[in-house]
């Protein structure tokens, strides 16, 4: 086993971190296949901060024997952090890793760690953002950055037997760069994190511009983002450009109806189109009366309304027809005056 150590120039601002960034660790494995059950993990990598410099640790097996002192080591190196960040991890490394230390008997396991799966947290968005792969190699050319190293993971496994065969130093540095550019590319993939965490709620409205067709918010957050980006969602978008952030929401100038849910309490005038609660419709005349349904209990309105994906939101939630999905509610001059409401009404908007 070989363990080997140098400093890792990356700069990772303090808002893509789930805790200080003396509390986080990074890692990434490399392995002789997918199955715990029939392959080892030969290289093992993780960046950390030690003094105010990122750092770069890895663990490289050389000898198969030495895989029970390899996985020994890094769990003890490990042990002190709180959070582990990675790049699938959750469904890949650990257990891979978990199964590896069991069959070697080593009590040690990963449940006292809060994880950070870049895979998990961005997956979600996949259609919003345009993604067509999640390949971590994908993400980061999606941000326009490009690796020295170009081998997968899978092409790398016939290169660690070779090197095993032949010990050609060649062989040895590509293994090592390509878990190092693993790692590099979970750092570079932290804005696409800080993203999600925008969507989520980080953020503040900062101002509203309506026009005929919309209305643009305007956003402001500390989370670091990725410079230019576009976010689209059936009700709206969200624009990224440098330090810009725009949240642009369609506005609907249609009639939209109201539906009453008791609707046994109301009569349906057909040449109104609408309905009236029976303690009104008494004064109408049979004739022109007839008992409310479920599709037909309801009051039109014209104003110009946004669209809603959770009708809790509003008290008033407006739709086109019955069984249409489609909701929306009406802007008001108190919702365009109040900052946290837009907040809490774009959170929902972009809720997946």
């Known amino acids: 086993m070989r363990i080997l150590e140098e400093s890792f120039p990356v700069t990772i601002h303090p808002s893509l971190l789930p805790d200080t960034a003396s509390k986080v660790i990074f890692f990434d494995i490399e392995t002789t296949g ?29 000898e198969i024997s030495d895989e029970k002192a390899m996985l020994s080591s890094f769990f003890d190196f490990i042990r002190s952090y709180t959070w582990l960040i990675h790049y699938n991890g959750s469904s890949f490394d650990i257990p891979f890793l978990k199964n590896r230390m069991e069959r070697h008997h080593l009590d040690k396991n990963f ?4 994880n950070l799966d870049l895979f998990r947290e961005i997956k979600p968005y996949k259609n919003q953002l345009g993604i067509s ?3 971590q190699k994908d993400l980061e050319e999606f941000l ?22 032949i010990h050609k130093e060649e062989l040895y540095q ?22 999600t965490l925008l969507l989520k709620g980080s953020f503040a409205v900062e101002k509203t511009e309506q026009t005929k067709e919309g209305i643009t918010f305007f956003l402001k957050t500390d989370t670091l983002l990725p410079s ?7 009700a709206c978008c969200v624009q990224i450009d440098n330090e810009q952030i725009l949240a642009q929401v369609s506005t609907n100038h249609e009639v939209l109806k109201y539906f009453y849910s008791n609707y046994k309490d109301y009569y349906y005038l057909p040449a109104e189109d609408q309905a009236i609660h029976k303690s009104v419709a008494v004064y109408v005349d049979k004739a022109y009366r007839k008992a409310a349904s479920p599709s037909n209990c309801y009051t039109k ?14 008290r008033d939630v407006f739709q086109r027809n019955y069984k249409e999905k489609e909701y929306f509610f009406e802007i008001t001059e108190a919702f365009l005056q109040d900052k946290e409401m837009q907040r809490s009404y774009l959170v929902q908007l972009f809720n997946i």
């Open 34 to 62: 997918f199955s715990a059950h029939a392959a080892i993990p030969y290289l093992i990598g993780c960046i950390y901060l030690a003094e105010g410099i990122w750092r770069l640790r890895q663990w490289f097996l050389d």
């Open 111 to 114: 449940s006292s760690f809060h």
């Open 133 to 135: 792969s999640m390949k």
């Open 144 to 165: 326009n950055i490009h690796r020295t190293d170009h081998f997968s993971g899978g092409d790398l496994i016939e290169v660690y037997f070779e090197y095993m065969a």
């Open 174 to 195: 590509c293994l090592l760069l390509h878990n190092a550019d693993d790692l590099r590319g979970m750092v570079s993939l932290l804005p696409l994190y800080g993203l």
């Open 228 to 234: 230019s980006l576009k976010v689209a969602y059936d």
């Open 301 to 314: 309105r014209k104003a110009v309304f946004l669209p809603l994906k959770d009708k809790s939101f509003a």
